[in-house]
């Protein structure tokens, strides 16, 4: 099994869908049983959704703040956002 630190160095091709069918089952196997890499996980898939929100407008405005909520609340809910 993975490690926690091969987790956090793999964490971002993971969430790219960069990983092949043996890395992600290895990566998944870990994920069911370390909550604190779930966690991580979690935490860096918000980080890119909200980076992604900021970015497609150029500049934050009323309007980001709004989807920037709505990301927040999807994510607390265990809902996906856009992979």
Do not use: Y
């Not at 966690?39 to 934050?60: E, K, P």
């Amino acid at each position: 099994m993975l490690s926690c630190k091969e987790v956090a160095d793999r964490a971002s091709a993971m969430i790219d869908g960069e990983l092949g069918a043996w890395e992600m089952l290895q990566m998944r196997m870990h994920l069911a049983m370390c909550k604190g890499c779930a966690r991580f996980i979690s935490q860096m898939r918000i980080t890119r959704d909200l980076t992604a929100a900021a970015n497609t407008s150029g500049a934050v405005q009323d309007t980001d703040d709004t989807r920037i909520s709505a990301i927040l609340s999807q994510r607390h809910d265990g809902k996906p956002h856009g992979g």
